[in-house]
C-alpha cells in the first residue's frame, strides 16, 4: 500500500477533479479519487498547502518535488504529467 492510500484510508470519497495544460497534470484528480485534502498532501511531502495546490493547478515544480509528489502517490512523473495531445 501506497503512502497516500495509507493516508486516505479512512476519508470520504470525493469528485475528480479537472487541469488541462501543455502537460496534463493529474494531482488532482488522483488526489481527490484517495479522499485526500490539497493540506493532507503537502503535509506529507514536506510542503505547505499553498505551494502543493500551485503545483496541482500546473505551476511549474522542480524534479526533486515532483519525484517527492510521484513517490508519495506511488506513480511515475509521466503518469502524473502526461504529456497532452495535441
Known sequence: MTPAEKLAKNKPARANGRIKA???CRLEEIRTNLGLSTRDVA???????????????GAETSLTNARKIAA?????????WPRAAG
Not at 45 to 57: C, D, H, P, T, V
Not at 72 to 80: L, P
Open 22 to 24: 501543455v502537460w496534463v
Open 72 to 80: 508519495f502517490f506511488g506513480k511515475s512523473i509521466e503518469e502524473i
Open 43 to 57: 503535509k506529507a511531502i514536506g510542503s505547505n498547502a499553498s505551494n502543493y495546490w500551485r503545483i496541482e493547478q
